[in-house]
């Protein structure tokens, strides 16, 4: 931090403002006052600081001076700052903020002065934390305010956990971030972090009983500008549009806002400063890891719920009030594996493979330390690829021609989406006889190579991943209505559209005031409209993880849950 000699005289105006209150205290007791120590008042009067200071010092000690001791300290604090000798202030100061006296909060305020004026910010920041005096408060956010305008943006950034709760810190670190023109993104998130500041606040913000969505999707690529209708958010997107569409016909109050995030950055941030986002009662992606710290930075602070709709990976996510997944995270999917694996008598030797995303290698990561502590036994731990995945299970002892029943494993757990993975996997199973367990994720159900019912053994198991429940009766009508307007049957990711707008609808109510963290919390268990259903008792993803078996054709829930 810059070192600010030319501030001393308007930090001293301040101070002597202090002064008053002193010279009434001492005037009770001004009979016994000692001539020294009222000539060192007269010196520091007339900002003779050095003189001041050395004469002061003769009346530091409480054991030959008592509580004159402590004004003292105080006054030598002050006169050791004007003569720019903040390190010495610090000497004098430190001590008094400990002491049971009258001038204590006035002592902590003057001693985080002498931080500042040290370059010592931190312990500055701490000592205005200690003030309960409302009036030193405030003016110790002022003193903040100023010096920490002028640090650099990683300091403040390194440090706004801890202090996030003062004013002055927050608006200062938004004054250096919207000074600079080239921002990082970490920088960048804690900028609209700050512009989001108060933007849906509950005080200020009137709810209606319309239920406004914003959604906020890469629609195109910057590159080439177009729209394909093949694209995972186009259908996405059909789904949600869908869904608000069925809800206005049914005479349920929904609008409708859609932005294309364009995958730029800074078209993202004109986004956020749209009128209609402040509004808004939730907002519904985007869906790539930068775009969605970054909405997920405003949300947090304009209090408006942001739905990722997507993903598994909610780690950074962990500790927020108003970022979700609309999907079990990582953590959750592991631990309904293991919840369903320890229902069911298999055994307790279990192999894993994993395919190189992001998802499946923490999956893997946290089955291997999870298993063990439940009493499982890792036989095998292997990454996957097109090329070794028939191999995967071939080295288990699942071959043509060996009894199954002399495996060397009780169970297998595949983790991967790649039907390039599946596709031998399951190539395999079929030129053999096993009743291994073989647990999957439940996108194996979508693919067209895969015939279940054709197996000798019905050994596959599928992992929810907000699995469609697809031979209800909701999924029936949807597929009809959803053929009849766009002339195809819904995606996957057409059904999670449709779902997660029913999700919302479900949850953001003026029951519970919009409030959807309080909605969610009220239940332990939410059924789905076309999807097995929920679980987000506080909780910022879906902990509702059944295993499913494949029974005459239908899905079944391996447990009761």
């Given at each position: 931090m810059p070192h600010l000699s030319d501030a001393y005289p308007r930090f001293m105006r301040k101070l002597f403002l202090l002064l008053p209150v002193f010279l009434i205290c001492l005037e009770a007791w001004s009979q016994s006052v000692?001539?020294?120590?009222?000539?060192?008042?007269?010196?520091?009067?007339?900002?003779?600081?050095?003189?001041?200071l050395n004469s002061f010092k003769e009346f530091t000690s409480v054991e030959k001076y008592g509580n004159l001791a402590n004004y003292a300290s105080f006054h030598s604090g002050e006169a050791a700052l004007g003569a720019n000798q903040p390190a010495q202030a610090i000497e004098f100061l430190q001590p008094l903020v400990s002491r049971n006296w009258k001038g204590n909060q006035d002592a902590e305020y003057l001693l985080a002065t002498a931080y500042f004026q040290n370059n010592q910010a931190l312990e500055a920041l701490r000592a205005i934390a200690r003030i309960e005096d409302s009036a030193l408060q405030e003016k110790a956010q002022d003193l903040s305010f100023e010096y920490l305008t002028k640090s650099s943006p990683n300091f403040l950034i390194s440090n706004l956990k801890e202090f996030e709760s003062q004013p002055a810190y927050k608006a200062?670190?938004?004054?250096?971030?919207?000074?600079?023109?080239?921002?990082?993104?970490?920088?960048?998130?804690?900028?609209?972090?700050?512009?989001?500041?108060?933007?849906?606040?509950?005080?200020?913000?009137?709810?209606?009983?319309?239920?406004?969505?914003?959604?906020?999707?890469?629609?195109?690529?910057?590159?080439?500008?177009?729209?394909?209708?093949?694209?995972?958010?186009?259908?996405?997107?059909?789904?949600?549009?869908?869904?608000?569409?069925?809800?206005?016909?049914?005479?349920?109050?929904?609008?409708?806002?859609?932005?294309d995030s364009q995958r730029d950055m800074n078209h993202l941030r004109s986004i956020l400063q749209e009128p209609v986002v402040a509004k808004a009662d939730v907002i519904l992606g985007p869906i790539y890891p930068d775009e969605s710290d970054l909405v997920s930075a405003f949300a947090e602070n304009a209090e408006i719920p942001f739905v990722h709709p997507l993903s598994n990976l909610g780690e950074r996510f962990v500790g927020k009030q108003y970022s979700y997944l609309f999907r079990p995270s990582a953590q959750n999917l592991v631990e309904g594996i293991i919840k369903n694996l320890k229902g069911k008598t298999w055994g307790n030797r279990v192999a894993i493979g994993y395919s190189g995303s992001s998802r499946d290698e923490k999956m893997a990561a946290l089955l291997n330390e999870r298993l063990p502590q439940e009493g499982?036994?890792?036989?095998?731990?292997?990454?996957?690829?097109?090329?070794?995945?028939?191999?995967?299970?071939s080295d288990l002892g699942v071959r043509p021609g060996k009894d199954s029943v002399n495996l060397d494993v009780d169970q297998v757990i595949i983790l991967t989406d790649d039907p390039s993975i599946a596709q031998p996997t399951l190539a395999l199973v079929e030129s053999v006889t096993t009743t291994l367990p073989i647990l999957v994720m439940d996108s194996w159900l979508g693919f067209n190579f895969a015939n279940y019912e054709m197996l000798e053994f019905p050994n596959f198991y599928f992992i929810s991943n907000n699995s469609p429940a697809l031979d209800s009766e909701a999924m029936n009508s949807?597929?009809?209505?959803?053929?009849?307007?766009?002339?195809?049957?819904?995606t996957l990711n057409a059904v999670l559209g449709r779902e997660l707008v029913y999700w919302v609808s479900q949850n953001l109510k003026p029951t519970f005031g919009f409030d959807l963290r309080r909605s969610l919390n009220q239940q332990v268990y939410e059924p789905g409209k076309l999807t097995w259903g929920f679980n987000f008792q506080n909780s910022n993803s879906n902990q509702y993880v059944p295993v499913f078996s494949i029974e005459t054709g239908e899905l079944k829930p391996l447990l009761n849950q």
């Amino acid at each position: 931090m810059p070192h600010l000699s030319d501030a001393y005289p308007r930090f001293m105006r301040k101070l002597f403002l202090l002064l008053p209150v002193f010279l009434i205290c001492l005037e009770a007791w001004s009979q016994s006052v000692p001539e020294g120590y009222q000539r060192a008042q007269v010196l520091l009067n007339s900002r003779s600081y050095w003189d001041a200071l050395n004469s002061f010092k003769e009346f530091t000690s409480v054991e030959k001076y008592g509580n004159l001791a402590n004004y003292a300290s105080f006054h030598s604090g002050e006169a050791a700052l004007g003569a720019n000798q903040p390190a010495q202030a610090i000497e004098f100061l430190q001590p008094l903020v400990s002491r049971n006296w009258k001038g204590n909060q006035d002592a902590e305020y003057l001693l985080a002065t002498a931080y500042f004026q040290n370059n010592q910010a931190l312990e500055a920041l701490r000592a205005i934390a200690r003030i309960e005096d409302s009036a030193l408060q405030e003016k110790a956010q002022d003193l903040s305010f100023e010096y920490l305008t002028k640090s650099s943006p990683n300091f403040l950034i390194s440090n706004l956990k801890e202090f996030e709760s003062q004013p002055a810190y927050k608006a200062a670190l938004g004054t250096v971030l919207k000074s600079k023109s080239v921002l990082s993104s970490e920088e960048k998130a804690l900028y609209y972090e700050m512009q989001g500041i108060g933007a849906n606040s509950s005080s200020g913000q009137i709810k209606d009983d319309v239920l406004d969505i914003v959604v906020i999707l890469p629609f195109t690529d910057s590159g080439n500008g177009q729209i394909s209708p093949s694209s995972f958010t186009y259908e996405l997107f059909q789904g949600i549009r869908f869904a608000v569409n069925n809800m206005n016909r049914e005479g349920v109050n929904v609008n409708l806002s859609t932005f294309d995030s364009q995958r730029d950055m800074n078209h993202l941030r004109s986004i956020l400063q749209e009128p209609v986002v402040a509004k808004a009662d939730v907002i519904l992606g985007p869906i790539y890891p930068d775009e969605s710290d970054l909405v997920s930075a405003f949300a947090e602070n304009a209090e408006i719920p942001f739905v990722h709709p997507l993903s598994n990976l909610g780690e950074r996510f962990v500790g927020k009030q108003y970022s979700y997944l609309f999907r079990p995270s990582a953590q959750n999917l592991v631990e309904g594996i293991i919840k369903n694996l320890k229902g069911k008598t298999w055994g307790n030797r279990v192999a894993i493979g994993y395919s190189g995303s992001s998802r499946d290698e923490k999956m893997a990561a946290l089955l291997n330390e999870r298993l063990p502590q439940e009493g499982f036994q890792i036989v095998g731990n292997t990454r996957l690829d097109p090329r070794n995945a028939a191999n995967f299970l071939s080295d288990l002892g699942v071959r043509p021609g060996k009894d199954s029943v002399n495996l060397d494993v009780d169970q297998v757990i595949i983790l991967t989406d790649d039907p390039s993975i599946a596709q031998p996997t399951l190539a395999l199973v079929e030129s053999v006889t096993t009743t291994l367990p073989i647990l999957v994720m439940d996108s194996w159900l979508g693919f067209n190579f895969a015939n279940y019912e054709m197996l000798e053994f019905p050994n596959f198991y599928f992992i929810s991943n907000n699995s469609p429940a697809l031979d209800s009766e909701a999924m029936n009508s949807f597929k009809s209505e959803f053929y009849g307007r766009n002339l195809a049957f819904p995606t996957l990711n057409a059904v999670l559209g449709r779902e997660l707008v029913y999700w919302v609808s479900q949850n953001l109510k003026p029951t519970f005031g919009f409030d959807l963290r309080r909605s969610l919390n009220q239940q332990v268990y939410e059924p789905g409209k076309l999807t097995w259903g929920f679980n987000f008792q506080n909780s910022n993803s879906n902990q509702y993880v059944p295993v499913f078996s494949i029974e005459t054709g239908e899905l079944k829930p391996l447990l009761n849950q």
